[in-house]
T-cell receptor, first 117, second 115 residues
Framework: DARVTQTPRHKVTEMGQEVTMRCQPI?????VFWYRQTMMQGLELLAY????????DSGMPKDRFSAEMPDATLATLKIQPSEPRDSAVYFC???????????????FGSGTRLTVV | DQQVKQNSPSLSVQEGRISILNCDYT??????FLWYKKYPAEGPTFLISISSIKDKNEDGRFTVFLNKSAKHLSLHIVPSQPGDSAVYFCAASAGGETSGSRLTFGEGTQLTVNP
């Protein structure tokens, strides 16, 4: 059963430290999303990639967040420096997008729960 | 600006009865709508979707209705089961079901089905 793998599952860090979250999309999927879930905002899009190229990162605070896909099997989301307001659950999702074919939604990982103290 | 809104944070129903979850959207460009279900400590899982060219899509116990003029969609679960207890997210995208566009999510509704 193919799934999206996120590491770590939990991360507690001190304010000002760098945090890196990793995502292994489903093999063959060409589209990867990073979402953040907070109590107040629900699920908000941070960035997404198609064939490893960034399509939209407008939801991401550029001064401290960065998202990359070094290769097709790895997506990373980095926060430097981290702040308490970054505490949230970060989800990665992937999907196969093809012309003339419905996507039927994307597959989400189990998330990384980040706590910045 | 919340383009997709789920106004009910929670809903409680009896097992065997119908659950109706509602969602409203404001962006006229949205033309593909999805429902996701989320259990604690897990990621959302895709449940059912509907394209704007339809007004109803059914999959087993789950039916999604779309009212484009009212910019409203709803998810019906019949009959409801205790295992359906989860947070349900409504999501929308523009560009159709093949575009692979970003999804804009609502805030979620916690459904509790009581035995």
């Amino acid at each position: 059963d193919a799934r999206v793998t996120q590491t770590p599952r939990h991360k507690v860090t001190e304010m000002g430290q760098e945090v890196t979250m990793r995502c292994q999309p489903i093999l063959g999927h060409n589209t990867v999303f990073w979402y953040r879930q907070t109590m107040m905002q629900g699920l908000e899009l941070l960035a997404y990639f198609r064939n490893r190229a960034p399509l939209d990162d407008s939801g991401m605070p550029k001064d401290r967040f960065s998202a990359e896909m070094p290769d097709a099997t790895l997506a990373t989301l980095k926060i430097q420096p981290s702040e308490p307001r970054d505490s949230a659950v970060y989800f990665c999702a992937s999907g196969l997008v093809r012309k003339q074919a419905p996507t039927y939604g994307y597959t989400f990982g189990s998330g990384t729960r980040l706590t910045v103290v | 600006d919340q383009q997709v809104k789920q106004n009910s944070p929670s809903l409680s129903v009896q097992e065997g009865r119908i659950s109706i979850l509602n969602c409203d959207y404001t962006n006229s460009m949205f033309d593909y709508f999805l429902w996701y279900k989320k259990y604690p400590a897990e990621g959302p899982t895709f449940l059912i979707s509907i394209s704007s060219i339809k007004d109803k899509n059914e999959d087993g116990r789950f039916t999604v209705f779309l009212n484009k003029s009212a910019k409203h969609l709803s998810l019906h679960i019949v009959p409801s089961q205790p295992g359906d207890s989860a947070v349900y997210f409504c999501a929308a995208s523009a560009g159709g079901e093949t575009s692979g566009s970003r999804l804009t999510f609502g805030e979620g509704t916690q459904l509790t089905v009581n035995p």
